[in-house]
């Protein structure tokens, strides 16, 4: 059974950095894509970025690009959300989610990924 479990939210600083990890498990295919979304409260949950298991292509919301990289350890079935120069609103929980697909989708649209972990907060606040 496919599994997700993110880690690495917390508390930060505006201007700070955090890095996120989603460890995967029961992968029955490579051709997959992990993304990462987010929801702060009162809003609809967001696509933050995405990335191709196979080749590593990548997809950035306008909104973390140049701020936030994302990445992936096959060895370890994990990907990584590094996210620097953090802002208030930034705040949010944080899911990550994926989908099998033959083809390379990259977008960030959260109703194409049928499994989601259950998510990390991220808070940014002085």
């Known amino acids: 059974q496919l599994q997700l479990v993110e880690s690495g939210g917390g508390l930060v600083q505006p201007g700070g950095s955090l890095r996120l990890s989603c460890a995967a498990s029961g992968f029955t295919s490579a051709y997959y894509t992990i993304g990462w979304f987010r929801q702060a409260p009162g809003k609809a949950r967001e696509g933050v970025s995405c990335i191709r298991g196979s080749g590593g292509s990548t997809n950035y919301a306008d909104s973390v690009k140049g701020r936030f990289t994302i990445s992936v350890d096959n060895a370890k079935d994990t990907v990584y959300l590094q996210m620097n120069s953090l802002k208030p609103e930034d705040t949010a929980v944080y899911y990550c989610?994926?989908?099998?697909?033959?083809?390379?989708?990259?977008?960030?649209?959260?109703?194409?990924?049928?499994?989601w972990g259950r998510g990390t907060q991220v808070t940014v606040s002085s």
């Open positions: 989610a994926v989908r099998y697909t033959a083809f390379q989708d990259l977008r960030l649209l959260d109703s194409l990924y049928p499994t």
